[in-house]
């Protein structure tokens, strides 16, 4: 009879000591699965794959919509020039300038600070900045609030919007420290009316 020493067993790779395991379950050779139960928890091969948590209806939502407002700026990047290139070329005359990537670095809308701070629920949004203009469009919902109350703001400098109102009044909430892009905001309850506003501060701070 074939001997499995401890070398032999260590010299097989992963899916070999699970398949010597299996056989040797299946002929009732309980010492040889022993040994072969041992080599694999030192490898922490037996540990079950970890299952991902289902989303929470928060999360789902917040996903949901992060995924919206990312298409929504894919789409507008397509009809202006929001290159990196352009933007600093256009604010040469601006200190220490720092362009906005309108995305993250996976092409998805970005986590806002107060929503990495945990002073709110959600916030993820899109920004493009230009000389000392930042325009910004996204989805905020205050901490422990219902899904239903989630506005979508537009915040730009007051000159670049309509009806604009100061940011403390958009955002009662946000501290000092919780600086915003921008010192005028608009509320809305619908995407495509937040898209259309942030379309129009485009247009002007490209203009």
Not at 102 to 126: F, T
Not at 133 to 154: I, M, N, R, S
Not at 164 to 179: F, G, L, M, N, Y
């Amino acid at each position: 009879m074939y001997e499995w020493t401890d070398e032999r067993l260590e010299a097989l790779s992963t899916p070999e000591l699970k398949n010597l395991l299996g056989n040797a379950e299946r002929k009732s050779a309980d010492d040889l699965a022993a040994k072969c139960k041992a080599v694999l928890e030192t490898r922490n091969a037996l540990k079950p794959n970890r299952i991902a948590k289902p989303r929470t209806e928060l999360k789902e939502f917040e996903h949901t919509v992060a995924d919206q407002i990312d298409a929504a700026g894919k789409e507008l990047a397509g009809k202006y020039d929001l290159s990196e290139e352009t933007a600093k070329a256009r604010s040469a005359d601006v200190k220490g300038f720092r362009a906005h990537k309108l995305l993250d670095s996976k092409g998805s809308a970005k986590l806002g600070g107060m929503q990495r701070d945990g002073s709110v629920a959600i916030e993820r949004y899109i920004s493009y900045r230009r000389g000392n203009d930042t325009v910004y469009l996204g989805v905020f919902l205050l901490k422990d609030a219902p899904l239903e109350d989630h506005e979508f703001h537009v915040l730009a400098p007051a000159a670049l919007l309509t009806g604009a109102k100061p940011v403390a009044e958009i955002r009662p909430t946000a501290t000092e420290k919780q600086k915003q892009p921008a010192d005028a905001g608009l509320a809305f309850k619908d995407l495509a009316a937040a898209t259309a506003a942030f379309d129009a501060a485009l247009a002007n701070i490209t203009a």
